[in-house]
């Protein structure tokens, strides 16, 4: 993997981005809150339009995880 960019904003889908860095490279990730039912962007598979609230708590743990 190339150099890891510091002190940069990196743009993109919060998964797929995270995803592309190693494991424990990152002190922080901000996020668009992903509002259960609130907000549609517009994308398949995004967090927030699952069909029930426990769905959406278990999805939003992906990212939360330590």
């Known amino acids: 993997m190339k ?9 993109g889908d919060a998964a797929t981005v995270i ?6 490279s ?7 809150p992903p509002y259960f039912q609130l907000r549609d962007y517009g994308v398949d598979g ?3 339009l699952e069909p029930n609230v426990d769905q ?4 939003c743990k992906l990212y939360f995880a330590d």
């Open 3 to 11: 150099a890891l960019p510091r002190n940069q904003v990196l743009v």
């Open 19 to 24: 995803a592309s860095l190693p494991s424990a």
């Open 26 to 32: 990152v002190d922080a990730v901000i996020t668009s």
């Open 46 to 48: 995004q967090l927030g």
């Open 56 to 59: 959406w708590v278990m999805n």
